[in-house]
């Protein structure tokens, strides 16, 4: 249990840090396509292209930024593994509050009154979560529900890329979302990965939960980075973490074995809602209101660093 806490941690850890760097490089593409008025920058709808997103991409804190993400996934695949889903998922999550105390120092930012209380509601319900938390599920599963996960995965990934790419700049909550949505199906497929323990490399390829796992990664970052283009808008990074935390936790309850210890399932259930609350009001009240006309960052008007970023 501790060694799983403290992967969970460095996760976190490794998560928050790396979606700073990826914000800022992803906001410095943004502003040179602007400067440039290139017109291939933005699709017909308003959202940013393929190409934008791969420029953004290639800035070296993006780089730096998506280095750590993979250490991050290697950390939480590992942590997916020794800890029930509904305190992985969560403990990861917490990259919302890395990410809140790492503004301070790298974007400038003061952290308000009600930052500093929702910080604080998030550690405390990571401790009560860490209380209640039992040992993990089994993890196995009939091979037909990580078929299953695969098909999610990809109908969740596909469509839902073409879906924001037609709803272009109003679609900043719906990537959080499915981002989410993706980086939680990772987890699930990490846990129930077949030839793993003990390590099997012809049963490994063979599972189809290994292809969810790449399609989720891969779809759920590329959508993380379409968020991070159009803005860090307060209701995506929410949707972010419920999509990340509470999906998973659920299916870790129902469908893998993940229990609370003897007499402790309110205390995981006030811990779970209350940790979700907290990272929702983290994203709430990190995000200032932009004052009636002014630029938005990323614009050409608009050359300060932003004072927000999307987290995962």
Not at 62 to 79: K, N, P
Not at 95 to 106: D, G, P
Not at 284 to 304: F, L
Request: hydrophobic residues 55%; aromatic residues 6%; contains cysteine.
């Amino acid at each position: 249990m501790i060694i799983g806490l403290l992967t969970a941690v460095a996760a976190s850890v490794c998560y928050g840090t790396g979606s700073v760097l990826q914000a800022v490089g992803s906001r410095k593409s943004a502003r040179r396509e602007a400067a440039a008025s290139a017109t291939t920058g933005v699709t017909q709808h308003g959202g940013p292209s393929l190409s934008s997103t791969a420029k953004a991409a290639v800035t070296w804190e993006f780089m730096v930024g998506t280095v750590l993400d993979f250490i991050g996934f290697g950390l939480g695949a590992l942590a997916a593994r020794l800890l029930p889903l509904f305190l992985s998922q969560t403990v990861i999550s917490a990259n919302l509050v890395i990410t809140a105390v790492l503004s301070i120092k790298l974007l400038g930012i003061r952290l308000s009154r009600a930052e500093w209380s929702s910080i604080g509601v998030v550690c405390g319900a990571l401790v009560l979560l860490a209380t209640a938390a039992g040992p993990e599920g089994s993890g196995h599963t009939p091979i037909a529900t990580h078929w299953w996960l695969l098909v999610a995965s990809v109908v969740l990934i596909g469509g839902g890329t073409l879906i924001v790419r037609l709803l272009g700049g109003r679609a900043a909550i719906l990537a959080g979302l499915l981002s989410g949505l993706g980086f939680g199906a990772l987890g699930v497929g990490v846990r129930v990965l077949n030839g793993v323990d003990p390590f099997d490399l012809p049963s490994l390829l063979a599972d189809p939960a290994l292809y969810a796992i790449l399609v989720a990664g891969i779809g759920g970052m590329y959508l993380h980075t379409v968020a991070l283009q159009i803005g860090s808008v307060n209701g995506a990074t929410a949707a972010l973490v419920v999509g990340e935390t509470v999906v998973p936790g659920i299916l870790g309850v129902l469908w893998l074995g993940d229990a609370s210890r003897p007499g402790f399932a309110w205390v995981a259930v006030l811990g779970f809602v209350v940790a979700v609350a907290g990272a929702v009001a983290v994203a709430w009240y990190g995000e200032p209101e932009p004052e009636p006309g002014a630029p938005r960052a990323g614009s050409p008007e608009g050359d300060e660093l932003p004072q927000d970023v999307a987290v995962r």
